[in-house]
């Protein structure tokens, strides 16, 4: 991705403070069959920071512990090997993966992360900002889109859902999509998730990674499992 581009779209939107994202090691993620991107809403608790390269960051924030990139990090895993073997990993070998925190941890290396608003937020989001930042930056995340050339994006959350399929024309799609279920466009499947750092149950890998294994071998949105 054309850092140098991604910089001139900053400073189009008079930003002097905002998070640089994208594809965690450039090298690895154009080379992985899975091509997972996680489409987000926003960073958080970095103002004052300048900007924020969640690039260099992501292994930092894996170690100590933050929901979002280890969720991330243990569904790319899971996905990889399922895509590669074109069958979903059983109960058992999901719970032996995540004893190997070394392949999890470097499963980081093959995904890319996009987030919707490019500042700072609260711990809590605000889904009326988010959406008005996707209507700001629509050509900029269409740019990084279209730069990236996922195989897999998931969605995490409604409103990015909505970001991705109504705001954007490159995936757009005006019909209703239940969570847990898919589209496939531009040779694209969007998976819509509840966010990575979700709580309780409402983002797990384990399930994910079955549906959208499932769905990369065409079964259809009836056939995923609506709960593991």
Known sequence: MNAAQYEEFARNRGLTEYAFDGAILPSAWRTCNSRLLFYLKENYGYRGCGVT???KLAHC???NGIKT??????LAASLHIALGRSAALSLQEFEDLKRSPTIVRESL???AIVNVKKTSGASKSDDREIRRES???ADWLSWQLRQLEPKHIIA???VCWHSLTLDLDLFRHDGSVAKHSFIRK???LIYHASHPAARGRSFDPFRVHVNMTNAQRGQSDANLSPYI
């Open 109 to 111: 290396n093959r995904v």
């Open 156 to 158: 995490g959350g409604t």
């Open 69 to 74: 990139y280890r969720s991330v990090a243990l």
């Open 53 to 55: 390269d969640i690039q």
């Open 186 to 188: 531009e040779g694209t």
């Open 135 to 137: 209507r700001r930056n």
């Open 61 to 63: 924030w894996y170690d």
